[in-house]
């Protein structure tokens, strides 16, 4: 018996429960949706719940895209309905530099579109992942189970979107904008606030600032920016990426 107990000890140890980031003295709980530059290497979101006294719930995988988030939230492994009541707001930082706004093929439902998602479209993607959000957090007044029970409002419902890290990506920076005040969603603008702009050569050495801190490149309208910043919570950029983040939760959040 105590063989077994030690055994299922060290499989928790290696494979922790779903869920298991939180921590109850913890103010609040943020869950964030992405992809590389969201991905728990990173830092940012790390430090900024730290900042914040928020439980951190990183589900951002390396690789992934907003379709990723919508059919894992069809399957029901996004968060848990336990996560759900507790979840103060989903931030998402899906930033493929595609249009996530174009509205000719949007659903009126979310129920209306045929499942699973693929790529084809990232403001379809998008869709369907804020209107389930809502719908699931307003519906959570019928759950007997759940605490809001017989609100009129359900759970008040935070959706947070970021721009990319920096202003390189012009088709992405400027759709996630117009997503977001079609919405009326905050906006953690990173590419505005990260301290240059593509507009303007780094003075010594002659080439997109966004380089110097990026562990690799990509090219953008025949121009070499940084692509992923160096990651790991003592990096400068990840360190003001939090910063930013930061600024705007504690502008929305209770």
Known sequence: MKKLLFILMALMSIYPLFGQEETASCKYTLLLTGAS???????????????????????????EAIANTANRMIKGILYSPEELEKIDALVIMHVHDQDVFEDSMLREKYTDYPVPFDRSNYAAAYDYVIKRYLTECYNLQFDEKSKYYGNKTGKPAVIVLCTHWHDARTVLNSSIRKLAAKWGLPLVEFDKHIGFSKAVLHPVTGEQTSLIYAQDSQMTDGIRHGWHPKQGKDQYIQQRMASIFVDVMKRILP
């Open 37 to 63: 530059f969201a991905a728990p290497g990173n830092g940012w979101f790390e430090l900024g719940c730290e900042k914040l006294n928020a439980a951190c719930l990183n589900r951002a995988i390396g690789g």
